[in-house]
């Protein structure tokens, strides 16, 4: 559901400024993209058909949801959870263990990074509830913010609650600022109004690339939504060709005009005469002569362009087995390798955001505290990289070390994407040396004196 916005009348009563792309418009797409990625095409199918044919409602509706296969395929950061590492206390550790199992954190950020490429811009929120932190997603149909100088910079964050029923009168806005925490209704009356209690708002802004300008609304997506649009209605009137032609129209050739039938209609069954006048009289049936291959390969053509223009191998919609194998799937990786690199640094800097706010919001509210000096660490899995068993890649590092272009400290920067520079992996090479020589167990001395014969 969604109302005319009140939302420009509460900020110019605050005497807030508002970007103009925050519009009823903006909220709407937003919303549309939300339907088509959980499969709620059909009222959008609806309103295209009645555009397109005279009797919408005799044609078969049918949708296929390439946004969801898309943008699945295309979020690939969080295929695997990643390895998080805590560098702290034994204590920040177990606590920030906890969190993760509690709030779910693998599964809403998963979630938030498939949204990002669907919506382009959202927010994360920390909270507290039910003893412990937990993680709201929270999308544009929802969503006004006041920024500064940058789309990064948050000033004021205001969340549309609908309620459950369709009355305007239920709306009712949440307004957050670094002080205070409002709760408005429909007018913008305040009706309850608390102090912050972190004294920063308790957002973290997601994007799916870079912001290019003080924007927090980025563009991209419509083409997406779009091709969506024509693949339905391509389905639509494929079906509607299958069900024509899947039936036979009878025929007679010089037979009886309708005069000499007295206006009877003609009708044909087991046991019924059909008079026939002259010699080239004929009775049959006919089969209508539609193009359905042609309208197959228009729907797989769309397809196909559709993936190969959102960075995706064709070959990820192929119902043909030799299309979605071998080289097409190695050339895939390759395709999307850049893609994913980007996005892994990306989201590298999300999780320390999201990590640095659930510090401060669950030391607000719980008495036992992650310390200010933890840090976190984070390790992706690379998806990109073609499947290769431990024991093949071990090998591969012997090699090159044997051959002298490889030390220890180029192997440990592969695997832990962390370290910055050779001085960071040489040291962590030297915590593993003294950790495995304490894990070691204590072998017994050997007396070589002693002699063993074979009984």
Request: hydrophobic share 35%.
């Amino acid at each position: 559901m969604l109302f005319q916005s009140t939302v420009p009348t509460i900020f110019n009563k605050m005497g807030l400024s508002l970007y103009s792309a925050d519009t009823t418009a903006r909220k709407s797409e937003h919303s549309k993209r939300l339907n088509f990625y959980h499969d709620a095409q059909l009222e959008y199918l609806d309103a295209q058909l009645k555009e397109l044919f005279s009797q919408p409602e005799k044609m078969l509706r049918v949708e296929l949801n390439i946004v969801k296969k898309v943008i699945n395929s295309l979020a690939q950061t969080y295929t695997q959870p990643p390895v998080r590492t805590i560098e702290g206390t034994p204590r920040d550790k177990k606590i920030y263990s906890q969190i993760v199992e509690d709030s779910r954190l693998d599964l809403k950020l998963k979630q938030c990074s498939r949204y990002t490429k669907l919506l382009k811009s959202l927010l994360v929120r920390v909270t507290w509830r039910s003893g412990h932190c937990d993680l709201d997603i929270i999308t544009g149909n929802l969503l006004d913010i006041e920024t500064g100088d940058t789309p990064e910079d948050l000033r004021l964050v205001l969340i549309c609650d609908y309620g459950s029923s369709d009355k305007i009168e239920n709306v009712e806005y949440s307004l957050w600022s670094p002080a205070t925490w409002q709760r408005l209704n429909y007018k913008g009356d305040v009706i309850d109004s608390e102090p912050n209690p972190y004294n920063i708002l308790p957002f973290v802004p997601l994007f799916d690339y870079p912001p290019i300008s003080n924007n927090f609304w980025i563009p991209g997506g419509d083409d997406l939504i779009s091709q969506q649009e024509s693949i339905n209605v391509k389905l639509v009137d494929l079906l509607h060709l299958i069900y024509f032609q899947s039936f036979g129209v009878g025929y007679i050739k010089d037979g009886l005009s309708p005069e000499q039938r007295d206006g009877a209609p003609l009708g044909l069954g087991p046991g019924s005469l059909v008079e026939l006048s002259g010699k080239d009289s004929e009775i049959g049936f006919v089969s209508q002569k539609a193009e359905i291959n042609a309208v197959v390969s228009a729907i797989d053509k769309l397809l196909k362009w559709c993936c190969v223009c959102q960075g995706l191998s064709a070959s990820a919609v192929s119902t043909d087995p030799s299309e979605a194998s071998g080289v097409s799937k190695i050339w895939d990786s390759v395709e999307l390798a850049e893609m994913r690199v980007e996005d892994k640094i990306l989201w590298s800097g999300y999780e320390r955001q999201v990590f640095d706010l659930i510090r401060t919001v669950h030391n607000t509210h719980s008495s036992d505290k992650l310390s200010e000096s933890a840090k976190l660490k984070v390790n992706f899995a690379d998806p990109a990289r073609p499947t290769v068993s431990p024991l093949d890649e071990a090998q591969a590092y012997s090699e090159y070390y044997k051959m002298g272009v490889y030390s220890a400290v180029d192997v440990i920067m592969q695997k832990d994407k962390d370290l910055r520079s050779r001085e960071e992996a040489l040291a962590k090479l030297k915590l593993i040396k003294s950790e495995t020589e304490q894990l070691s167990p204590i072998q017994p001395p050997v007396n070589r004196d002693v002699k063993l014969e074979r009984i």
